[in-house]
């Protein structure tokens, strides 16, 4: 199983400034098979990235993703107030599909 | 616009069993496979059982395996979740989601809950 480590669990960020949080794999992620959500607390998740970078219809282009093997970043640039929320990283290169167990990204 | 709506959450006693149901609209389901994703407490968000479009391709975490059983009606754009011998560890919230080749979840219902405890 790839077991998922986000770093880092929380991150304390002012609105307007850039995040970068990071997803290792405990094993290389093949093709880049890697999707990012985001969670607000109550609703489901939302899909923000799939294939490592690539961004669903309707996602804002702050929203980044990188990395390749065992290293995965999304960036999110100039951060608006709505951007404060969990984002998990998920793996589907091997079975079982698994998540990271997130990072809180809240406001300074 | 795409929606899911679960339903059939509730409390059950371990041991017990129940099944839960979630109703799409706004795509053509036929054309997707379709996910069930749990978050609990002990584990976080789990990726439990997906079904393809023809249900000749299903997954099941081995978490899960041989107590829970996924089917679709592809006619009435339905996907299920049949969940026996229920254990407290079971415990959380369970999204139905779409999932273009069951691999990653583009759409997620609002979750149903499931308490399992004596």
């Known amino acids: 199983e790839i077991v998922l480590t986000q770093s880092p669990v929380t991150l304390s960020l002012s609105p307007g400034e850039t995040a970068t949080l990071s997803c290792g794999a405990s094993?290389?992620?093949?093709?880049?098979?890697l999707a990012w959500y985001q969670q607000k607390p109550g609703l489901a998740p939302r899909l923000l990235i799939y294939?490592?970078?690539r961004r669903p219809t309707g996602i804002p282009d702050r929203f980044s993703g990188s990395g390749s093997g065992t290293d995965f970043t999304l960036t999110i640039s100039r951060l608006e107030p709505e951007d404060f929320a969990v984002y998990y990283c998920?793996?589907?290169?091997?079975?079982?599909?698994?998540f990271g167990q997130g990072t809180k990204l809240e406001i300074k | 616009q795409v929606q899911l709506v679960e339903s059939g959450g509730g409390l059950v006693k371990p041991g017990g069993s129940l099944r839960l149901s979630c109703a799409a609209s706004?795509?053509?389901?036929?054309?997707?496979?379709m996910t069930w994703i749990r978050q609990t407490p002990g584990k976080g968000l789990e990726w439990i059982s997906h079904?393809?479009?023809?249900?000749?391709?299903?997954y099941y975490a081995d978490s899960v395996k041989g107590r829970f059983t996924i089917s679709r009606d592809n006619a009435k754009s339905s996907l299920f979740l049949q969940m026996n011998s229920l254990r407290v560890e079971d415990t959380g919230v369970y999204y139905c989601?779409?999932?273009?080749?069951?691999?990653?979840?583009?759409?997620w219902g609002q979750g149903t809950f499931v308490t399992v405890s004596s």
């Open positions: 989601a779409r999932d273009r080749y069951g691999e990653y979840a583009d759409s």
């Open positions: 706004g795509f053509s389901f036929s054309d997707f496979y």
């Open positions: 079904i393809s479009y023809g249900t000749n391709k299903i």
């Open positions: 094993q290389s992620v093949s093709s880049g098979y």
């Open positions: 294939d490592s970078f």
């Open positions: 998920q793996q589907y290169s091997n079975s079982p599909y698994t």
